[in-house]
């Protein structure tokens, strides 16, 4: 199958693009500082079958946490940096890639230009041997090219993606990936497909966010993959599914059959009508789940609102507060997880907050209320 003539990017003892089989990862949903259940996450993972296990660390205990993990596993691992990007100097020496958002540079230090906090990263991945990857996201848009772009997500994050791509070159910094996700599988394919236009010597990390729960998120990602891939784009790929933690080696079983499908010319069509009716969304659940009664949560949702089959409604069901208030924006109702209380939303607009035991009535009262006022497709 045509590929892309993307750079050859080495992690750890993988190489990503320049060629190489197209790596497949997945990331730890546990909590970070639980030690012993991260060691069992990434073996678990890496037992799938995974060339690369992503970590989440927002805090220097998160760093100690990582330390211990990596001197327990011979995993190639990544870690996702989130909004804390200064942490970059004490993650760096542990781990094989880190992940920054470019979105997210705008929130610590804002006397600092973006100029020098992504000079400051390639540093420290430079000093340390690692990669980079640059993971644009949906709902966490630079403000900055959302302004640019007036709204516009899927222009916002290839332009992002490009800029940091030419900050990174000018540096001199070559050793890095792209991503580019959404939940939406047609705006993943849109904007993959619109940056390899422009850099078609990047390599691309491809992932469908918050896909959801099997079948579904996994149609959503097969079809987005088939669509790239087939296409020569991609050099390293994330199923995003929301399964409960002992399961998450489904993420990379998942992710080479639908490889080794495409591989073997074995497509699955697009039928019309794929995204009509009820979409749930939610996320797959990382380290920063604050209550694990998250994941039976999303498949309550899911379950209580076959009702609406029927209807043009998408619903979010987020595990956090670092990305469940943005990336519940665009849904027409949103639910991002507390310790105690999920917080409920109408687009943009909040609710409030209910306990996990009141929050599916209050959610079918939304439900049927825009039901109402939409009527019946
Ligand atoms: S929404 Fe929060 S819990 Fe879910 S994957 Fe994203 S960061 Fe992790």
Same mark, same amino acid.
């Given at each position: 199958m045509?590929?892309?003539?993307?750079?050859?990017?080495?992690?750890?003892?993988?190489?990503?693009?320049?060629?190489?089989?197209?790596?497949?990862?997945?990331?730890?949903?546990?909590?970070?500082?639980?030690?012993?259940?991260?060691?069992?996450?990434?073996?678990?993972?890496?037992?799938?079958?995974?060339?690369?296990?992503?970590?989440? @660390?927002? $805090?220097? =205990? !998160?760093?100690?946490?990582?330390?211990? /993990?990596? *001197?327990?596993?011979?995993?190639?691992?990544?870690?996702?940096?989130?909004?804390?990007?200064?942490?970059?100097?004490?993650?760096?020496?542990?781990?094989?890639?880190?992940?920054?958002?470019?979105?997210?540079?705008?929130?610590?230090?804002?006397?600092?230009?973006?100029?020098?906090?992504?000079?400051?990263?390639?540093?420290?991945?430079?000093?340390?041997?690692?990669?980079?990857?640059?993971?644009?996201?949906?709902?966490?848009?630079?403000?900055r090219m959302m302004e640019r772009y007036d709204g516009d997500h899927e222009q916002a994050i290839v332009a992002s993606a490009i800029e940091h791509c030419d900050l990174?070159?000018?540096?001199?910094?070559?050793?890095? @990936?792209? $991503?580019? =996700? !959404?939940?939406?599988?047609?705006?993943? /394919?849109? *904007?993959?497909?619109?940056?390899?236009?422009?850099?078609?010597?990047?390599?691309?990390?491809?992932?469908?966010?918050?896909?959801?729960?099997?079948?579904?998120?996994?149609?959503?990602?097969?079809?987005?993959?088939?669509?790239?891939?087939a296409d020569g784009i991609g050099d390293t790929v994330r199923v995003s599914l929301t399964l409960p933690f002992e399961d998450k080696g489904k993420e990379v079983t998942v992710g080479r059959a639908i490889l080794s499908d495409i591989a073997g010319g074995r497509f699955r069509s697009v039928p019309p009508g794929l995204d009509e009716g009820l979409n749930i969304i939610s996320c797959p659940s990382c380290s920063r789940v604050e209550n694990e009664r998250f994941i039976d949560l999303a498949q309550d949702v899911k379950a209580m609102t076959t009702y609406a089959q029927e209807h043009d409604i998408t619903i979010a069901v987020m595990g956090c507060r670092v990305n469940g208030p943005g990336e519940t924006d665009d849904a027409d109702l949103g639910l991002w997880c507390g310790p105690t209380a999920v917080n409920l939303k109408r687009g943009p607009e909040a609710l409030g907050h209910y306990s996990y035991d009141e929050i599916l009535d209050r959610l079918k009262v939304e439900v049927d209320a825009l039901i109402a006022a939409r009527g019946a497709r």
């Open positions: 045509r590929r892309n003539p993307t750079r050859a990017v080495q992690v750890g003892a993988i190489q990503i693009g320049g060629g190489a089989p197209i790596a497949v990862q997945s990331m730890a949903a546990t909590r970070t500082q639980d030690i012993e259940a991260t060691v069992r996450q990434v073996e678990l993972i890496q037992a799938a079958g995974a060339d690369l296990v992503r970590i989440a @660390v927002d $805090s220097s =205990k !998160d760093v100690e946490a990582l330390a211990e /993990v990596r *001197a327990r596993t011979n995993a190639t691992l990544s870690v996702d940096l989130q909004e804390n990007y200064r942490l970059a100097r004490e993650v760096a020496p542990h781990v094989d890639k880190m992940r920054y958002n470019p979105g997210h540079l705008h929130h610590h230090e804002k006397d600092k230009s973006i100029d020098q906090k992504v000079g400051f990263l390639a540093d420290m991945a430079e000093l340390h041997d690692c990669a980079l990857r640059v993971g644009v996201n949906c709902g966490s848009v630079d403000p990174l070159d000018g540096m001199g910094f070559q050793r890095y @990936v792209v $991503s580019l =996700k !959404d939940s939406d599988w047609k705006k993943v /394919v849109a *904007a993959n497909r619109a940056f390899a236009k422009q850099r078609p010597d990047v390599p691309l990390h491809l992932g469908v966010t918050e896909a959801g729960m099997p079948p579904d998120g996994i149609i959503k990602t097969r079809v987005a993959f088939e669509q790239l891939i």
